[in-house]
């Protein structure tokens, strides 16, 4: 597996432990539902010589198919946190995965412009913890000045992505917002941070430039 590098320009592995156990048991739960599926449609479960049952086939892949949502639900609640949550060195950990990923300061990807709060000051990033906190879906694990950390669950599978926010210098506002699982994310991460611009624009906690 390839590796990335870190801050220090080491390479290593992303994943702990507890996410390869994660897509572990992910990928046992789609091999059982094929296999399910397999099992069923077997001879043993006709009515009659080259005639399938009419009900029984169809019951098991309806079964199966739930066992698959239910798995896949699991999955979504349970995916562990990513360990290079927080700040170092003044930055946010950097995209890994790419294509379903947002960070600010990085300005990735391409297009993605930095924010600025009218203040480098705990009043302010205050008042931003309240707007995030108001968001549906969202739940602030960790806030200690001048960091935040959310998770940002999805509307059905209740997939979580982390929303980190990060205050430095000369009151930039980093933000990173990234998906725990999958290789895409339909852009759900960046209509979350373009929507965040948009409440802070509202609350005037934002100015014009660096």
Known sequence: MMGVEDFHGEERDPKSPGQVIF?????????????????LAHPRFER???????????????????????????????????????PSAGRLAPCFQRANCV??????????????LVADSEEAFT????????????RIIVEAYPYLHAEARSRVFRF???????LVKDGELLVRSASRIGSSDLGVNRRRVEHLREMLEEARLLRSGG
Do not use: H, Q
């Open 127 to 138: 008042r931003l913890s309240e707007i995030v906190a108001a968001a549906p879906r969202v």
């Open 48 to 86: 009659g010589k080259g005639s399938p049952n009419p009900v029984a086939v169809p019951l098991a892949r309806a079964g199966a198919l739930g066992a698959l949502l239910l798995g896949l639900f699991s999955a979504g609640c349970e995916a562990p946190a990513p360990e290079t949550l927080g």
């Open 103 to 116: 960070n600010t300061g990085d300005r990735y990807p391409d297009g993605v412009e930095p924010l600025w």
């Open 23 to 39: 897509w572990i048991v992910l990928m046992n739960v789609v091999f059982s539902f094929d296999s399910i599926l397999s099992a």
């Open 160 to 166: 979580v992505d982390d929303l980190e926010l990060l």
